[in-house]
């Protein structure tokens, strides 16, 4: 029962943008808080990217601050990650997880998220 679908990856050249979706199925994603993270080969899983829910709250890893936006499409049920001037570093496979509001601290670690999508790739070539 896939309840989050992550998209809009593929291969880009440095200086490039992409935009990432994250569409729930059966959960509304309006009601959760939703992160993008990020695992680069043989790297750990890394947060990227934070949306509140309903409160407005938008917060970001510094690598990417001021690069990627997150932002959300109510009426499509769906939060998007614009990822601009896309660096070869930022090759990852995407994942956008969702969480109840009442175990959200910051929303920066995994163990907060209840919900994961499957990941999509993003590749960056220089």
């Known amino acids: 029962d896939v309840q989050l679908q992550a998209s809009g990856g593929g291969l880009v050249q440095a200086g490039e943008s992409l935009r990432l979706s994250c569409s729930g199925s059966?959960?509304?994603?309006?009601?959760?808080?939703i992160g993008w993270f990020r695992q680069a080969p043989g790297k750990e899983r890394e947060w990227v990217s934070y949306r509140g829910s309903r409160d407005g709250t938008r917060d970001y890893a510094d690598s990417v601050m001021g690069r990627f936006t997150i932002s959300e499409d109510v009426a499509e049920n769906t939060v998007y990650l614009q990822m601009n001037s896309l660096k070869p570093e930022d090759t990852a496979v995407y994942y956008c997880a969702a969480a109840n509001p009442w175990t959200i601290v910051r929303g920066r670690e995994e163990h907060e998220y209840e919900y994961w999508g499957q990941g999509t790739q993003v590749t960056v070539s220089s």
């Open positions: 059966t959960l509304t994603l309006e009601g959760f808080g």
